[in-house]
């Protein structure tokens, strides 16, 4: 059976095991909402050069008018 000491450490341990987790999750979540925003703003930027691309063959061919 584990003294009070060894149960002290082994809670000890435990604790920064799961500060670690919780700052690795963190990270990870920051991470992914970073990236999903970059990806938000690629596909708002895609889709005004689209919008643009429509409008310049629209005067080119006329339809604008």
Not at 53 to 65: D, F, I, P, Q, R
Request: proline content about 0%.
């Amino acid at each position: 059976m584990a003294d009070n000491k060894q149960s002290f450490q082994a809670g000890q341990a435990a604790g920064r095991a799961e500060e670690k987790s919780n700052v690795m999750l963190d990270n990870v979540k920051n991470a992914a909402t970073g990236a999903g925003t970059a990806a938000q703003q690629a596909g708002q930027k895609i889709s005004e050069a689209a919008v643009g691309a429509v409008n310049v063959v629209k005067e080119k061919t006329g339809m604008n008018k």
